[in-house]
């Protein structure tokens, strides 16, 4: 491997003056469970490296008017022992736990899995179906966008070359709602999502579904966002009727490839079964007030 440029900045605004006066590629260190191995096998050759652990701001949860800041590099296995935030949003940290094996996960974090930009990164359904929020810093300042609006197709992100993702934030829960994260692997653990799918929703004292967002992963070059299968579920207690309808958008908005790990009718097909799976776990977390 040829020579880099190193730094290790203490502050965001150092971070991106670094970047923004970089000659070359660069790259962004956190956890390093993606870049260092793309840096081994010579997939990726950066003439800037810039390591991100020293920086306070993106590490650990705190909570805001009932929301939750997650700081972008904050290790997986840290969000998986923060006990209100499992409450909260279990759906959420089922999938931030299923990131590679239990060491692993010591490392990675949920801006590095959302800004390697994997088509089939188990967080970012989740994030999306949550309606979090990517909290954005570079050269001209701070900015907020969905989760969805971050990845761009395979290995690209639409953050500009000096930009870097901060924190992410997701917002205040509803009384009565709940979600939840399903995948399928090849493996019983540590592989790569064949197809997963998150659903988010609320319901009245009734069960009935008030609200829903339904999110798909491995799908498509990116994770989607499928409004038509969450307005399939409002007004439903999510009787089976409700379910096919919701099914039928979402593999209506599958674009998968075929690959070794799963054909295109195959991932559309189990993309509506783990859709409606999801969303039976989400509606008796909501309505039960507690993980299901």
């Known amino acids: 491997m040829s020579e880099q440029d190193y730094v290790e900045p203490a502050t965001v605004g150092a971070a991106v003056a670094a970047l923004a006066a970089a000659r070359g590629s660069t790259r962004l260190l956190a956890g390093g469970t993606d870049v260092l191995v793309q840096l081994r096998s010579g997939r990726v050759r950066p003439d800037l490296i810039v390591n991100l652990r020293r920086i306070p701001e993106l590490a650990g949860v705190r909570s805001e008017d009932g929301a939750f800041v997650i700081g972008a590099a904050t290790p997986c296995a840290v969000l998986g022992e923060h006990a209100a935030l499992a409450r909260a949003w279990p759906g959420v940290i089922e999938a931030a736990t299923l990131i590679g094996s239990k060491q692993v996960q010591g490392r990675a974090s949920l801006g590095g899995n959302l800004c390697n930009g994997s088509p089939a990164a188990d967080s970012v359904p989740a994030l999306i179906a949550a309606g979090a929020v990517a909290l954005i810093d570079g050269p001209a300042g701070r900015r907020e966008c969905p989760i969805e609006a971050v990845p761009a197709g395979p290995g690209r992100t639409t953050l500009a070359p000096a930009e ?113 799976r999801a969303a039976r776990i989400a509606h008796q977390r909501a309505t039960q007030g507690g993980q299901a």
Not at 228 to 252: C, F, H, K, N, P
């Open 164 to 276: 870097i993702l901060v924190a992410i934030r997701l917002p205040a829960r509803p009384a009565r709602s709940g979600d939840a994260y399903l995948r399928l692997i090849p493996r019983t653990e540590m592989d790569i999502a064949v197809v997963g799918a998150a659903v988010n929703l609320t319901v009245d004292a009734a069960g009935v579904v008030t609200a829903a967002r339904v999110a798909l992963g491995a799908v498509a070059p990116t994770a989607l966002r499928v409004d038509a299968a969450g307005a399939a579920l409002v007004g439903s207690t999510l009787d089976a009727a409700a379910i096919e309808r919701m099914q039928a958008a979402v593999r209506a908005a599958c674009r998968p490839i075929d690959d070794k790990r799963g054909t295109i009718a195959y991932r559309t097909q189990v993309a509506g079964v783990l859709a409606g």
